[in-house]
């Protein structure tokens, strides 16, 4: 496949949700724009199904150095576009029952569409990134939108909600965060020259260090596990669920527990 092809067949993926966040920041939340949510994850799963064919026939798809495609990200990006569309189908029932109720006014369904498509475009780029940085960065957002979510009503319980999500999985992040710094330097201390690159970083294992690289490891594991909410660190988990909006407790549900695993890059 052509580079420049491979490239935007990359970029697709994380394209869609942010062209339909942008979309509804610019026009908010009404009759003729309720349904781009659905719109743009089927599209999105369409994408993903033609990245995985593609993965499958020619072998991983990148795009420069910092987006690339395999077989485990191709199968995540599947596993991401088949729950968000069954959440588009169902947004716009749950906030016309919610503006119906009182709990939601235009302007605040205008911003749950626009967070609930920057997650999804969040968890794109966390499945796609190409190495330890930038993953990082992603999972880091993808709190960040869902904190907002989870808080959305702001009641006390829902405030109460957001502010234990945020404050268990920042702590976790940062100890992610960590880990990355010390694979970072066992990584230069190797000679490699793999830097934070996933692929690089498992052709280059054996000659990493691997007193750094096992802390480095643990620390990954658990930071991401505290996102996760991989037990003991899911304290976070009933409060988050029982205040987000339905459909945002589906995708974190399906979602948010699904990007690669700090395993991956061949270093456990």
Not at 20 to 46: E, F
Not at 173 to 189: D, M, T
Request: hydrophobic fraction near 60%; include cysteine; charge should be positive.
């Amino acid at each position: 496949m052509p580079g420049q092809m491979a490239a935007l067949l990359a970029l697709a993926p994380l394209a869609v949700p942010v062209l339909a966040a942008a979309g509804y920041a610019l026009a908010g939340w009404r009759r003729a724009t309720a349904w781009v949510g659905a719109w743009s994850a089927a599209a999105s799963l369409a994408l993903a199904a033609t990245v995985a064919a593609a993965v499958v026939a020619g072998g991983p798809v990148a795009a420069g150095g910092l987006l690339r495609t395999d077989a485990l990200a191709a199968f995540l990006l599947v596993v991401i576009a088949a729950v968000a569309l069954p959440v588009g189908l169902a947004l716009p029932a749950h906030v016309a029952a919610e503006q119906a109720a009182g709990r939601l006014d235009a302007a605040g369904a205008g911003r749950q569409a626009v967070l609930v498509q920057a997650f999804l475009a969040a968890m794109t780029l966390a499945v796609l990134a190409a190495d330890v940085g930038l993953t990082w960065v992603a999972v880091e957002a993808t709190t960040i939108v869902t904190a907002f979510l989870v808080g959305q009503r702001r009641t006390r319980a829902a405030v109460e909600a957001a502010w234990k999500y945020v404050v268990i999985c920042s702590a976790g992040i940062a100890l992610a965060l960590l880990g990355a710094v010390l694979l970072n330097h066992a990584s230069a201390r190797s000679g490699t020259g793999a830097g934070l690159g996933w692929a690089a970083l498992a052709a280059a294992a054996p000659q990493l260090d691997p007193d750094v690289t096992r802390i480095a490891v643990v620390l990954l594991v658990v930071g991401f596990g505290a996102k996760a909410g991989l037990a003991p660190l899911h304290a976070w988990l009933p409060d988050a669920h029982g205040q987000a909006p339905a459909p945002v407790s589906a995708l974190m549900s399906g979602c948010c527990s699904r990007w690669r695993s700090p395993q991956c890059c061949g270093c456990a």
